[in-house]
């Protein structure tokens, strides 16, 4: 069992930076492929990015390239989400999520864990 618990959210100006945090339990977090999904009001949950176990493949959705930077520190267990440029729309519930099973992560939603997610809210 992972238990993932997401922080760092917040109410942000437009154009201003946050950084979100994952924490992973286990012992399985550097075998790990880990994404970050995002979810509106009324919207379905939708892919953000993610990163392959040992860090060195990265992917993004178009609507954050260049904005977002996901990385991970395998020794605290811990992804990270670096958003800068916000906009109105970015605002949503952040989730973050592992796949125990697959080194380079999905960009669907076929992963094993999710955390409880953190709330974004850029203002204009």
Same mark, same amino acid.
């Given at each position: 069992?992972?238990? #993932?618990?997401? @922080?760092?959210?917040? #109410?942000? $100006? +437009?154009?201003?930076? #946050? %950084?979100?945090? =994952?924490? +992973? &339990?286990?012992?399985?977090?550097? %075998?790990?492929?880990?994404?970050?999904?995002? $979810?509106?009001?009324?919207?379905? %949950?939708?892919?953000?990015? +993610?990163? &392959?176990?040992?860090?060195? &493949?990265?992917?993004?959705?178009? @609507?954050?390239?260049?904005?977002?930077?996901? @990385? /991970?520190?395998? +020794?605290?267990?811990?992804?990270? #989400?670096?958003?800068?440029?916000?906009?109105?729309?970015? *605002? !949503?519930?952040?989730? =973050? !999520?592992?796949?125990?099973? %697959?080194?380079?992560?999905?960009?669907? /939603?076929?992963?094993?864990?999710?955390?409880?997610?953190?709330?974004? *809210?850029?203002? @204009?």
């Amino acid at each position: 069992q992972v238990q #993932l618990v997401e @922080s760092g959210g917040g #109410l942000v $100006q +437009a154009g201003g930076s #946050l %950084r979100l945090s =994952c924490a +992973a &339990s286990g012992r399985t977090f550097s %075998r790990s492929g880990m994404g970050w999904f995002r $979810q509106a009001p009324g919207e379905e %949950r939708k892919f953000v990015a +993610a990163i &392959s176990c040992g860090g060195g &493949s990265t992917y993004y959705a178009d @609507s954050v390239k260049g904005r977002f930077t996901i @990385s /991970r520190d395998n +020794a605290k267990n811990t992804v990270y #989400l670096q958003m800068n440029s916000l906009k109105p729309e970015d *605002t !949503a519930v952040y989730y =973050c !999520a592992s796949i125990i099973t %697959r080194c380079y992560p999905p960009t669907s /939603r076929e992963y094993d864990y999710w955390g409880q997610g953190t709330q974004v *809210t850029v203002s @204009s």
